[in-house]
C-alpha cells in the first residue's frame, strides 16, 4: 500500500527555488523533464520507501539521487513519507540541514 507523501517547509521553498532556475535558465523542456522525473520517483519511494539508502543512521534519513545535480532527502514513517528537502548537489554539503 502506498504511503501519502509530506513535503516539509523546506522542502517546498527548495522545489521552487529549483523550479525557478531551471524554468529562467533552461525552459519548458527541461523544467517539465524535472517536473516529470521527481513525480516519478516521489511514486516509487510511496509505494517502497526502503528502496533507496538511509545516509542518516539516527534521523532515519534516506537519500534519492534524481539528477547529477539534484539529490532528494526524505525519511519514511509509519503512516508517511516525509520529503524533507532538495538539494542542489553542487552547494556546499555545510549549507544542508534537516530539521
Known amino acids: 500500500m502506498d504511503k501519502p507523501i509530506v513535503w516539509s517547509p523546506s522542502a517546498y521553498d527548495d522545489f521552487e527555488s529549483i523550479l525557478n532556475y531551471l524554468q529562467n535558465t533552461w525552459g519548458d523542456k527541461v523544467l517539465y523533464g524535472f517536473i516529470d522525473i521527481t513525480e516519478m520517483l516521489l511514486m516509487q519511494i510511496s509505494n517502497n520507501p526502503k528502496q533507496f539508502p538511509i ?16 539529490t532528494l532527502y526524505y525519511r519514511d514513517r509509519k503512516e508517511c513519507v516525509d520529503v524533507l528537502r532538495f538539494y542542489d548537489n553542487r552547494q556546499d554539503p555545510i549549507k544542508l540541514i534537516f530539521h
Open 55 to 70: 545516509i542518516h543512521k539516527h534521523k532515519k534519513i534516506r537519500k534519492c539521487v534524481i539528477t547529477k545535480h539534484c
